[in-house]
């Protein structure tokens, strides 16, 4: 009996269709509890990036979003849906961010008062502090969020007025055009300190760079120089490959040894760069600034840096460099091409050697905190822009700011998506639609009448 019910085609349909609706609804449930997406598009134009995405998750606290923006927009039509879009990415890893709507055209009094003036301008609001964006895309949004999520205004001090390099400058030397563009765009004020004018560094400031200077610097500066890291204060030091000018008792003080030559990095000439670049990949995982990072870093003319061991201070290695270069005390006064340098047992140190280092200690019952890079080139205008410059620079701007949940990698640009062929390439594309589909349809079409014809 049960086995002529199973051999029923009536119950045998039933039993497929209740089996098909509990796989339906298994998945459905299944849907609602875990969500799963990917992204296939070649450049991953329906993702953030990854330093968009560690940004938003140090982001405690919801994030509301105010939209002034009319349902139909006479050039980029329904500008809602535009941006209705684009933040569902960001919503994607952050839920909590609000999305609201306001039609300048309905609701003017609101427009007025939040001092919008532009059709689909963004009111973006994060513990307590606000900005206005006149354009959305990931970088912008991104770097908004990043200058939120500040605790605390920041304030980036340089020490001027000795030929240094400056912050907020253009020139080739300078370090303004992208380093310290970035700086601002993540919520930092920059502002030049000339000691011969200022009584002391003031107490606002969340930390001093200094770079290298071209005249010698006053006893009187040095001194100020010093309170300044007797009391505890931050500080960035960026020192080329010259004399200190000035600065030898900031070395002493730190206990730094700062050895004459130039790092000769072979590895460099394998990336068509000069011999005289040092290039960093491998970073210890250990500190904040260089935990996760994995880009390469380039250090044109970077000198090595050693030190005393001091009870008082903590060091920590964040740039080890030329595992099988050396130290050359005649690459930056020769005359002999970058390629044709050769290690000298007699004047030459063997590799590998420091060129970026973190100090720390309690001072004050507060944590102080120093870097030193034995390159000032590597942010500069002329060479900030190769590999993980920059990134590298705003880390440890980061980590002196006591900002560790903003370190993170800063978004990269989109990957072209544009495919370029060439005449070869065209002509078999061409010759194979144009020629060589036809003949295959109809080489298949004559084997189907050849095989009917037979049967």
Known sequence: MLRKLIASPMLRNLLFVLLLLSVALGLGYLATRYHAQRDITFNAS??????SVEVLKQLTGPVNITVYATEQDARLGDIRKIIRNFMSLYQRYKP??????????KEPEKTRAARVQLNGELVVEYAGRSEHLTQLNEQVLTS????????????????????????????????????????????FRINSLNLALAQEVPRNASMLVITQPQVDLMPGEADKLLRY???GGNLLWLIDAEPLRG???????????????????????????????????????????????????AFPSARPLMWNENPEWQHQVLVEVAARGWVSRYAASSNVPTAQLRFDKQ???????????????????REQRIVVVGS????ANSFAGNGGNVDMGINMVNWLASEERLITLQPRAAKDSNLVLG?????????GFLVGLPLLLAGVGGLMWWKRRRA
């Not at 329906?46 to 330093?51: A, I, R, Y």
């Not at 007025?161 to 380093?179: Q, V, W």
């Open 247 to 297: 600065l030898e008792r900031l070395a002493e003080k730190l206990d730094l040894l700062l050895p004459p030559g130039i790092v000769i990095d072979p590895a460099s000439t394998g990336m068509n760069a000069p011999a005289t670049w040092s290039l960093g990949a491998g970073y210890p995982p250990q500190h904040p600034i260089t935990r996760n990072f994995n880009l390469i870093t």
């Open 96 to 105: 909590d961010i609000k999305l609201v709507f306001i039609d300048p055209e």
């Open 376 to 379: 000032g080139a590597f942010l």
């Open 347 to 365: 004047h030459d140190t063997p590799g590998p050697a420091v060129i970026a280092l973190a100090l720390q200690r309690n001072v004050n019952d």
């Open 46 to 51: 329906n993702s953030l990036e990854p330093g």
């Open 229 to 231: 890291v007797e009391h």
């Open 423 to 431: 005449k070869t390439q065209l002509t078999v594309i061409g010759v």
């Open 144 to 187: 908004t969020l990043l200058r939120l999520a500040h605790s605390r205004d920041q304030t980036v001090m340089y020490l001027d007025g000795h030929g240094e390099r400056k912050l907020d400058g253009i020139a080739n030397h300078d370090l303004g055009t992208l380093f310290g563009a970035k700086l601002k765009q993540n919520g």
